[in-house]
Nanobody, 118 residues
Framework: VQLQASGGGLVQTGGSLRLSCAAS????????IAWYRQTPGNRRELVAA???????DYADSVKGRFTISTDNAKNTVYLQMNSLKPEDTAVYYC?????????????WGQGTEVTVSS
């Protein structure tokens, strides 16, 4: 599975951005797609994830502000980010987990940078 992330940019505090993660395969065949973020010197942290069944989970720090959604017709997963804060500044990565032949495979897309100015 190849993943193409886009939509990052510079936004002021309180603003919104929508990140997109386009998959090379049908999103309905992927077990779960997630967004992670990473800042320099820190580990990559899970932001939000959605399963093929539509169940979504969020990090506590983004609950109520971020929404993850899937458009299976476009094989794309979105991360709508509202009420952005400077601490949301990071490189955001999308990932996918897909099972095949009894094994689970994990894929990463390239990052898209989000900068929230104070």
């Amino acid at each position: 599975v190849q993943l193409q992330a886009s939509g990052g940019g510079l936004v002021q505090t309180g603003g919104s951005l929508r990140l997109s993660c386009a998959a090379s395969e049908s999103t309905s065949s992927i077990n779960a797609i997630a967004w992670y973020r990473q800042t320099p010197g820190n580990r990559r942290e899970l932001v939000a994830a959605v399963s093929s069944g539509g169940s979504a989970d969020y990090a506590d720090s983004v609950k109520g502000r971020f929404t993850i959604s899937t458009d299976n017709a476009k094989n794309t997963v979105y991360l709508q980010m509202n009420s952005l804060k400077p601490e949301d500044t990071a490189v955001y990565y999308c990932s996918a987990d897909r099972s095949d032949g009894g094994s689970l495979y994990h894929y990463w897309g390239q990052g898209t940078e989000v900068t929230v100015s104070s």
